[in-house]
């Protein structure tokens, strides 16, 4: 009985350090796929490619992508800037920094962003790994005039996109379901919400 009590404290520290190193991962996971994202957007705004001609727009949207209408001119500067958002939030969790946050703000934002990004990635509205799938297969009717552009871009988005979402949110969903258990313990209650913050 004495060695299993002497052991708990031991397996409490190992568990403490492989939650840490977990959220971790987690974390700069989140923040390396939103800093790479926000890159490519910040680049389409100012007037690059950066793989716009893969985006697996419907054909008629992604003429005005690639002409720079105003408006995805205006999206690529939104969508850079929650990028960064999505940067500084998930290195919240994970920078001493990040418990001046509320402690239900991380888990509940990254929870929202993994779901939606997986959901995506699996792509039962039309892309994603369903979509790009049964487009590929001959499954769906395409117009004709547009048919080798839309599997192109349906390949692209099977081998490219689909997976660097589902990368990213499963980075986020991990996130939220480690923080998500840090704010519910006690320790985080008594430590202003750090929980399993590394340092």
């Known amino acids: 009985m ?14 403490r350090l492989g939650g840490a190193r977990s959220l971790a991962v987690a974390a700069y996971g989140a923040a390396l796929c939103s800093a790479a994202y926000g890159a490519m957007k910040l680049t389409q705004a100012l007037g690059g490619n950066a793989l716009a001609d893969k ?19 205006a999206s690529h500067w939104a969508l850079a800037a929650a990028a960064l958002v999505g940067v500084l939030l998930a290195l919240s969790a994970v920078r001493p920094w990040g418990a ?9 934002v990254a929870g ?3 779901a939606f990004m997986v959901l ?7 892309i994603g790994f369903v979509g790009d799938g049964l487009t590929l297969a001959g499954v769906r009717e395409l117009p004709a005039e547009h048919a080798g552009l839309i599997r192109e871009l349906a390949l ?5 996109w689909s997976p660097f979402f589902l990368l990213w949110g499963v980075c986020w969903s991990f996130l939220a379901w480690r923080t998500g258990r840090a704010a519910r313990s006690p320790a ?10 590394p340092g």
């Open 188 to 197: 985080s209650s008594r430590g202003g919400g750090a929980g399993l913050r």
């Open 112 to 114: 929202v962003l993994g």
């Open 100 to 108: 001046a946050l509320p402690r239900r703000l991380v888990p509940l």
């Open 156 to 160: 692209w988005d099977l081998v490219l």
């Open 2 to 15: 004495a060695r299993s009590e002497r052991g708990r404290p031991r397996r409490a520290v190992r568990e």
């Open 55 to 73: 985006d697996p727009l419907p054909p008629e949207l992604r003429d005005r992508l690639l002409a720079r209408d105003p408006l995805f001119v």
């Open 120 to 126: 995506r990635s699996v792509g039962f509205s039309g």
